[in-house]
Nanobody
Framework: QVHLVESGGGLVQPGGSLRLSCTAS????????MAWHRQAPGQQRQLVAR???????NYEDSVRGRFTISRDNATNTVYLQMNSLNSEDTAVYYC???????WGQGTQVTVSS
């Protein structure tokens, strides 16, 4: 069984920054892609960014250039550095082992003045 724990969400003003973390534990194996998704109220969950074990990244168009996904394979942790935040980034952010039903509990990010 895989367990994912996210942290780092909160309230931030427009233009501000936050860094999310997600640590995986359990039977995760050694080759996997990690991803961050988000879900705003009344909207479907969408992929924000993902990163392979080797560090290849993909980003959703609206966050490219503002968000950076990274990972530490030694600690099974994936990060999402979010800069230049705006109100449209307000959502619950979830980490996920790509292609599996393993999801974290979510962390709320609210961008508001």
């Amino acid at each position: 069984q895989v367990h994912l724990v996210e942290s780092g969400g909160g309230l931030v003003q427009p233009g501000g920054s936050l860094r999310l973390s997600c640590t995986a534990s359990g039977s995760i194996g050694s080759i996997y892609t990690m991803a961050w998704h988000r879900q705003a109220p009344g909207q479907q969950r969408q992929l924000v960014a993902r990163i392979t074990r080797g560090g290849i990244t993909n980003y959703e168009d609206s966050v490219r250039g503002r968000f950076t996904i990274s990972r530490d394979n030694a600690t099974n942790t994936v990060y999402l550095q979010m800069n230049s935040l705006n109100s449209e980034d307000t959502a619950v952010y979830y980490c996920n082992i790509w292609g599996t039903p393993a999801w974290g509990q979510g962390t709320q990010v609210t961008v508001s003045s």
